[in-house]
């Protein structure tokens, strides 16, 4: 059974910083390209950061130049570093793997930006 189980997530203040994580299990890590997605309330889900097997990222302009995406592919793991944290950003954030016809993702976790 393939899961996704996501942490990191939580209230931080305008300005601030948080890491979330990504951890799979039951399947071959390195295969996926590995994804960060986010849904506010009332609005579309939307893509926030990818990453390829091979390594190349892309962003969301939104975020573009405060979040990085990265993995530990020893770990199964996929991070979203989010530094200089807006109200904007204030969404469920859900981790996504996908591999030609798989697609897997996390249960969600809350990020709320806020004074």
């Known amino acids: 059974q393939v899961q996704l189980v996501e942490s990191g997530g939580g209230l931080v203040q305008p300005g601030g910083s948080l890491r979330l994580s990504c951890a799979a299990s039951g399947t071959i890590f390195g295969l996926y390209a590995k994804g960060w997605y986010r849904q506010a309330p009332g609005k579309q889900r939307e893509l926030v950061a990818a990453?390829?097997?091979?390594?190349?990222?892309n962003y969301a302009d939104s975020v573009k130049g405060r979040f990085t995406i990265s993995r530990d592919n020893a770990k199964n793991t996929v991070y979203l570093q989010m530094n200089s944290l807006k109200p904007e950003d204030t969404a469920v954030y859900y981790c996504?793997?996908?591999?030609?016809?798989?697609?897997?993702w996390g249960q969600g976790t809350q990020v709320t930006v806020s004074s």
């Open positions: 990453i390829t097997p091979g390594g190349t990222t």
């Open positions: 996504n793997l996908r591999f030609m016809t798989l697609d897997y």
